[in-house]
């Protein structure tokens, strides 16, 4: 089946550090992918869209200077948390959409941000 | 899209049927019926979507009522590993991103 690749899978670092996510798509083309952050005991919080060739979507609240998204290739998108302090610290999880009518979307397996 | 309301959580012994109910009593004709599961620290696995027929696929069965306005998930034989939180989600494949609810924890014990 599709497989969407995170990387890392945990990240400890100190405050005032960026931190890039990778989420990539396997073995298909992703026009569009997604971005969730989870705090504990919380459901997935949708954070943006991301889409090939063009700037991501924002949710209301989420900041697009903090979280930069970019989606270079239709296999690669990253997330960059620029100069991330203790409150970012969450699990990132991304999702690829493969297209078409009646494909479901993969996750990946989420990055744990730790940040010190 | 639809929303959908599931129990907070139950219970399941090991090797009997894992029956997970979800209602979407607003769901439209054109918005498919999603299951998907997280296990802890990990990314949501999806687990099977149909739209009107009932589904079968290696993990689960999906059964549709026949006015739409509820599904039930069904693991035949659950197992330790089966132990999750499932999220029934109502999608019309649009493109637009998946939205999680607080889904169903399901224990499973021996």
């Known amino acids: 089946g599709a497989v969407v690749s995170q990387h890392p899978s945990w990240v400890i670092c100190k405050s005032g550090t960026s931190v890039k996510i990778e989420c990539r798509s396997l073995?298909?083309?992703?026009?569009?992918m997604f971005w969730y952050r989870q705090f504990p005991k919380q459901s997935l919080m949708l954070m943006a869209t991301?889409?090939?060739?063009?700037?991501?979507?924002?949710e209301q609240g989420v900041e697009k200077d903090k979280f930069l998204i970019n989606h270079a290739s239709l296999t690669l998108s990253t997330l960059t948390v620029t100069s991330a302090h203790p409150e970012d610290s969450s699990f990132y999880i991304c999702?690829?959409?493969?297209?078409?009518?009646?494909?479901?979307?993969?996750f990946g397996d989420g990055t744990r941000l730790s940040i010190l | 899209d639809a929303k959908t309301t599931q129990p907070t959580s139950m219970d399941c012994a090991e090797g009997r049927a894992a029956n997970l109910p979800c209602n979407h009593s607003?769901?439209?004709?054109?918005?498919?019926v999603y299951w998907y599961r997280q296990i802890h620290s990990q990314g949501p696995q999806y687990i099977i979507h149909?739209?009107?027929n009932n589904e079968t696929n290696e993990m689960a069965s999906l059964i549709i009522t026949e006015d739409r306005k509820s599904s039930t998930l069904i693991l035949p034989h659950a197992t330790l590993r089966d132990t999750a939180v499932y999220y029934c989600?109502?999608?019309?494949?649009?493109?637009?991103?998946?939205?999680f609810g607080k889904g169903t924890t399901l224990s499973v014990s021996s």
């Open positions: 999702s690829a959409l493969e297209g078409g009518r009646d494909q479901p979307q993969h």
């Open positions: 073995d298909f083309q992703a026009t569009t």
């Open positions: 991301s889409n090939e060739g063009s700037k991501a979507t924002y």
């Open positions: 607003t769901i439209s004709g054109n918005e498919y």
């Open positions: 149909g739209l009107k």
């Open positions: 989600i109502a999608d019309n494949q649009a493109g637009t991103a998946l939205i």
